[in-house]
């Protein structure tokens, strides 16, 4: 007789964003003619920039061609783009060697898979709130999860302390609550876990957005942390890539667990159970890389960062108390009324016709806050903002 994976029982009916597309769904049943404005899903709405389409379209016509016809590409992808991505790293002074960069179809896959090569003996440490995809990864596979607070006594970012574990996930700038680690924060993690022998796993799916320069953008830029980090990152959000999907997982050749070299493991891993990133994917990721795909991609940034302010500022206009929108695409406040996360979506939707994030979709942490994405139309992300001001 066949049997299920029991763990997928103690999972939530639905994931966090599948619930919210549900609940819409049925509003939208009931109420045909209103108009919804989404600053839920941390989606991209500005279209691919021009230098990353003129290379799609280069690369489609070689497609065509008997001379320039591509396959199965490259395990770990192909090396133009693992190029790129070891020569970005060094700009900020980090030597990757291009051996250590897998490219993927994306940091949410990668976080997930990254599981595979762990023993299911290991203990993890999981901030709360966070992205949900790290615990229900983690419950999928029944493993048992230590959380750590995140809350507003710590600025939501969590500290080493005596709970020791053997997988310790770190998101900086954090989903949902726009925190970031500092170097000397991320030292202390760093420092936690040589001396525990634990690994991080490092979510750098939103370091584009960071604001200031001595804020880290990766945890390769801390001392030591190549004998205890992988760091996952996406072009999702940096380039708008969230349907095209593309990303990249840097496993350092000095990360040994009981005489294994992760990277060894990771490869092994990915070359069985990954066939790659399409060659036309690949050469769109390339030209993000040029003076011209770097212009253009920050110029969407800043227009995500604008529409983050104005949210912020309607907030502040009402009184609210928010945190992030500054180095992250995400505001984070408290529900007013002492309303409860679900409660207060509710209101939003009916009332208001926004649709946010609930914060206890990130963690019991998250009850009572609310998250909303600046990744709308500016027109749209105008209106909401005035609705916002009649709260
Ligand atoms: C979010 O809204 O938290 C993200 O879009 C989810 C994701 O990146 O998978």
Known sequence: MAKINKNYLNLGNNYLFREIE??????????????????????????????????????????????????????????????????????????????????????????SNILDIFSKENTCLIPDPVYPVYSDTNIMIGNEIIYMDANEENNFLPKPNSKTADLIYICSPNNPTGAVYTKEMLQEWVDFANLNKSIIFFDAAYESFISCENLPHSIFEIPGSKTCAIE??????????????????????????????????WNRRHSTKFNGVSYITQK????????????????????????????????????????????????????????????????????????????????????????????????????????????
Request: proline residues 3%.
């Open 232 to 265: 996952f990152k996406s072009f999702s959000k940096s380039a708008g890539f969230t349907g095209i999907r593309c990303g990249y997982t840097v496993v350092p050749k000095d990360l040994i667990i009981e005489n294994v070299s992760l990277n060894k493991l």
């Open 284 to 391: 769109m990721a390339e030209a993000i890389f040029t003076e011209e795909g770097q212009i253009q991609c920050q110029k969407n940034i800043n227009y995500y960062k604008e529409n983050a302010k104005i949210i912020a500022n309607s907030l502040k206009s009402v009184e609210m108390k928010f945190f992030g929108g500054y180095h992250a695409p995400y505001v984070w406040f408290k529900c007013p009324k002492n309303m409860y996360s679900w409660e207060f979506f509710d209101y939003l939707l009916k009332n208001l016709n926004i649709i946010g994030t609930p914060g206890s979709g990130f963690g019991k942490n998250g009850e009572k806050y609310m998250r909303f994405s600046s990744f709308g139309r500016r027109e749209y992300v105008l209106e909401a903002s005035e609705k916002i001001k009649n709260l």
């Open 22 to 111: 549900e609940k819409v769904q049925k509003f939208n049943i009931k109420n045909p003619n209103k108009k919804l404005i989404n600053l839920g899903i941390g989606d991209v709405t500005l279209p691919i920039c021009d230098q990353i389409l003129k290379s799609a379209v280069e690369s489609i016509k070689e497609m065509g061609k008997t001379e320039t016809f591509k396959g199965y590409g490259p395990n770990l992808g192909y090396e133009f783009l693992r190029e790129k991505i070891k020569e970005n790293y060094f700009k900020s002074g980090i030597n990757i060697n291009i051996n250590e960069i897998f490219v993927s179809d994306g940091a949410k896959c990668d976080i």
